[in-house]
């Protein structure tokens, strides 16, 4: 379909913007690398040179580091030596994967429920607790809410490991940091979207066919009230890879997060590109995917695939 | 000969708090209903039609109605207070409801046809193949003549006309006693008015369902409905034969409403009622219409009128029908 | 129209309050550090990490500074960023948008693919590329992020200024001989500005958490110079053993995002009210 064809095209082009803007961008940062007045080891001004061609006049570089990326080579990093990016993806992101995974479905299930409960109980003491749900997860930012959960469960009352990646019990505290926003975002959207559904005439019509409370609620209010949260999937997921820079470095998790919060402080540069690079497509792909799938659930959109959305 | 009434509607009350002050909807409304009746309640937006059919179905969400009184009664039964699992008993088996517009009151994103099966399997033991073979031949009784087709359809692929047949399908689905059509022709253009209306008379005939008609249309109830109730800001103004209502109007507010209607000659004598609707939340003592009644008098502004027998089975509730009220000065 | 507004807001119990909260926020971001005798940098070495007393309100950090004065700098430095880039990316945004909008047709089309494509880069992504490309401070860290924060303004106006160009009172001011800025100062800016006002109040928490977080992997202002995300940052290193010094900064923090929360919830009730919540 046309709108296929659409999409993938914009996919790609913003994706080529994020990998030129990253490129043009290190390329000015001034005492970087690639700034000739910049004194580093010779070994590494070797391996540089032979990866970057640090002599040719920029336009070359970037179609060099353009071809380099199509073949799937997204660069070496200056600060460990031999080390690829592909290396520190393949290390990194199995981990980052399994937990953002994790509190993305955590965040959606959690969300859903949460919000229907305060839609079907409205203004009484039910919805006033998931509005401090609500509260309490759009104003605290999640390395504050990183260090509260770590002090008062990890330390205080031991209940949980305050760090690292072994086994189960380790993975509650980040899922929690980690998906508590996303969650109370979704919980709010489920509710007012909810609360829109039930006022609905079709609600009446199902409901004067004689079905109880629960069924009209579950086959008819609850599916066209979590189309939105569909369209909230993008913006979920940049906000849990975000997240995961700063819950994986308070939690000491090796994941790809923590990777690139190292090299954010150790000036990482070539890293960091690449880096950004994967996160980026990364991203794309997901929104896409997203976009995709809510044409294909919306049979209202279905039908004219060639309108704006 | 008496009729059995199938359903006895006395001194129905239902207001709405809401943060600009309660609304009054119905302010006491009271009708009989006969087996194999039509029955039409007309009047303007606002005048509670639409929220009675809503009241005896028990589908008036409680906040934020704040009063709901009266009493209902389905044969024995009383419907006003029943628990919700009883209602849930009488909803569809027993009376159906049809609401005004088909794309809002059929569910978006479920096929028309599993929403017809839904209907059907309410409380009874059908496999799914039967169910299915049951809502092709509802959409047949419907009028549809290619229900295999319309059954897979989006509600937002249909038209007008047969998303309401659909919404009829869906209430006959549960084979009910009433059926209660709130403005099911207002969304329609005049072709599909009349063929739906002829349907609902088809239906009454071949299967003795007695209907309830609300609508806004006086000369389309008046065509088709064997009584009218007239209605006006929550009360009934007057109640009588569809012939009667039509040809021998006595409230004035009818009669005004007959005014703004052609004339047998064509003409249109446009003679409108002064002034503006009335508004629910702020109602004046006395009769609502007073305020723009050409024949008001002072006790119109004072006292809500009763209901006074002009002739069989023709009542007015107006001050002007009261016995000996003639030499009574009008109001300035 | 104004009053009805302001009415509406009133009568929305949280958004009030927080518009006080935000208040007093504010006041003591101004006042709070000159209260007591401390200053803050002053380094008094052997009252390190003390507990909140009498002599320090808040305790001391790492290096025996008060808490209670470098929290409300802090504090200060948060807001100056946070509504600084509110501010920027609300100008910014409505120029854009509004050219945009106004313009329609190819033109309109271009800019906001354009805009389109930056907003798909996440948020913070792109604001930590862009402070490493200048000298950590706090001007750097409001101009990155009032560069991406722009593109939500835009966004808002533009779609306002399309709406109101089809309406009917712009077609028949226009029709009167009104000439186009008339236009735009008499009928379009009222119309934008409370959308606009919305998005921005939205945008103030964004950047103040935006900054927080940015200070906390480093990439803030630095040190004697510190905002509420670098105490934070400082904060977590005494953890197990001096919790006040994240408490102090994190509380604060979360209730200016708090407050500027409710208040653009508040703000966008009173804009446009329905009757259910």
Not at chain 2, 122 to 146: D, F, H, M, Q, S
Not at chain 2, 228 to 243: D, T
Not at chain 3, 2 to 10: D, L
């Amino acid at each position: 379909m046309r709108y296929l064809v659409n999409k993938l095209g914009s996919a790609a082009i913003t994706l080529l913007v994020i990998i030129t803007l990253t490129f043009f961008l290190m390329h000015a940062i001034p005492g970087g690398p690639f700034d000739s007045a910049k004194k580093l080891p010779d070994s590494i001004m070797q391996n540089l040179n032979a990866r970057y061609n640090l002599d040719d006049p920029l336009w070359r570089q970037y179609l060099a580091y353009l071809k380099n990326i199509a073949k799937g080579d997204l660069g070496v990093s200056i600060k460990y030596e031999g080390k690829t990016v592909n290396q520190i993806i393949r290390e990194g992101f199995p981990v980052s994967a399994l937990l953002g995974g994790i509190a993305i479905t955590a965040a959606v299930f959690s969300g859903v429920l949460l919000g229907v409960v305060a839609a079907l109980n409205r203004n009484r003491w039910l919805d006033y607790l998931v509005s401090l749900f609500v509260t309490g997860g759009t104003s605290i930012p999640s390395f504050v809410l990183s260090g509260l959960l770590i002090y008062f469960i990890a330390i205080k009352l031991m209940w949980l490991p305050p760090a690292f990646w072994e086994g189960p019990e380790s993975a509650v505290l980040p899922v929690l940091a980690l998906a508590w926003l996303p969650a109370a975002t979704i919980a709010r959207l489920v509710r007012s979207s909810m609360i829109e559904v039930l006022s609905q005439d079709y609600i009446k019509t199902a409901r004067a066919k004689g079905l109880v409370m629960k069924t009209v609620v579950v086959r008819h209010a609850l599916p066209n009230s979590i189309l939105p949260v569909l369209t909230y999937l993008g913006p979920a997921a940049a906000l849990i890879l975000t997240g995961s820079f700063v819950v994986e470095s308070i939690f000491t998790i090796p994941g790809l997060g923590k990777w690139f919060v190292m090299s954010v402080f150790n000036r990482d540069y070539t890293v960091i590109m690449g880096l950004t690079v994967f996160y980026g497509a990364l991203l794309i792909l997901m929104n896409t995917l997203v976009d995709i799938a809510y044409t294909l659930l919306d049979p209202r959109i279905r039908i004219f695939p060639a309108e704006e959305r | 000969m008496e009729l059995d009434k199938l359903l006895t509607v006395t001194e129905l009350k239902v207001s709405f708090t809401i943060p600009r002050g309660e609304i009054k909807a119905v302010r006491g409304v009271s009708f009989q209903l006969a087996q194999g009746e039509i029955l039409g309640i007309v009047g303007e937006s606002g005048c509670g039609k639409s929220v009675i059919g809503q009241a005896i179905l028990g589908l008036i969400p409680l906040p934020p109605c704040g009063v709901l009184a009266g009493s209902i009664k389905y044969g024995s039964e009383e419907l006003i207070g029943m628990k919700e699992s009883e209602l849930v008993r009488v909803r569809g088996k027993k009376i159906g409801i049809v609401f005004q517009d088909p794309a809002a009151a059929l569910n978006p994103i479920m096929k028309v046809g599993k929403q017809i099966v839904e209907a059907i399997q309410v409380g009874r033991k059908l496999t799914r193949k039967e169910a299915v073979l049951e809502a092709l031949k509802i959409l047949e009784i419907t009028g549809i003549n290619n229900p295999d087709e319309i059954f897979h359809r989006y509600p937002h692929e249909l038209s007008g006309g047969l998303g309401q047949r659909v919404l009829v399908a869906i209430a006959l689905a549960g084979q009910p006693e009433i059926l209660i059509a709130d403005e099911p022709t207002t969304a329609l253009d005049t072709m599909s008015k009349v063929s739906l209306v002829g349907l609902l008379q088809e239906l009454r005939d071949d299967i003795n369902l007695t209907i309830i008609f609300l609508s806004h249309d006086l000369v389309l109830v008046a065509r088709f409905c064997h009584r009218i109730l007239v209605m006006y800001a929550g009360l009934v103004v007057e109640e009588g034969r569809a012939a009667d209502i039509f040809n021998n109007p006595r409230h004035p507010y009818l009669r005004g409403l007959l005014q703004c209607l052609p004339n047998t000659a064509g003409e249109n004598v446009f003679a409108p009622i002064q002034g503006q609707p009335v508004d629910p939340a702020v109602l004046p003592p006395g009769c609502a219409f007073a305020p723009r009644c050409p024949e008001r008098m002072a006790v119109c502004q004072e006292l809500n009128p009763g209901g006074f027998q002009v002739a069989a089975d023709h009542i007015v509730c107006c001050w002007l029908f009261q016995p000996g009220i003639k030499g009574i000065k009008k109001a300035t | 129209m104004k009053n009805e507004i302001w009415m509406r807001f009133k009568g929305n119990k949280g958004a009030c309050i927080s518009l006080i909260l935000i208040i007093i926020l504010l006041l003591m971001a101004l006042i709070g550090p000159y209260l007591n005798s401390w200053r803050y940098s002053d380094q008094v070495l052997p009252n390190a990490n003390k507990p909140p007393s009498a002599e320090y309100w808040f305790g001391t950090d790492a290096l025996g500074r008060d808490l209670f004065t470098r929290v409300w700098h802090g504090a200060r430095i948060s807001l100056l960023i946070g509504l600084a880039t509110g501010f920027i990316s609300a100008v910014v945004g409505a120029i854009y948008g509004s050219i945009s909008g106004y313009a329609g047709g190819k033109i309109d089309g271009v800019m906001m693919k354009l805009v389109e494509i930056f907003y798909s880069i996440p948020f913070l992504l792109y604001v930590i590329l862009l402070s490493l490309l200048m000298e950590p401070g706090v001007k750097a860290m409001i101009v990155a992020l009032s560069a991406v924060c722009w593109l939500g303004t835009a966004r808002v106006v533009r779609g306002q200024v399309l709406k109101l160009r089809e309406e009917e009172f712009v077609l028949a001011a226009r029709l009167l001989g009104a000439g186009r800025t008339r236009i735009i100062f008499r009928h379009i800016i009222p119309n934008v500005s409370g959308p606009l006002l919305v998005m921005t109040a939205l945008i103030i928490p964004e950047a103040i958490f935006a900054e927080a977080f940015l200070s906390f992997l480093g990439l803030g202002a630095s040190a004697p110079v510190a905002s509420l995300g670098y105490l934070i940052k400082d904060g977590m290193q005494g953890i197990r053993s001096y919790p006040w010094q994240l408490f102090f900064p994190a509380a604060f923090v979360s209730l200016m995002m708090l407050g500027f929360h409710l208040v653009s919830d508040g703000l966008r009730d009173a804009l446009d009210p329905k009757i259910y919540k």
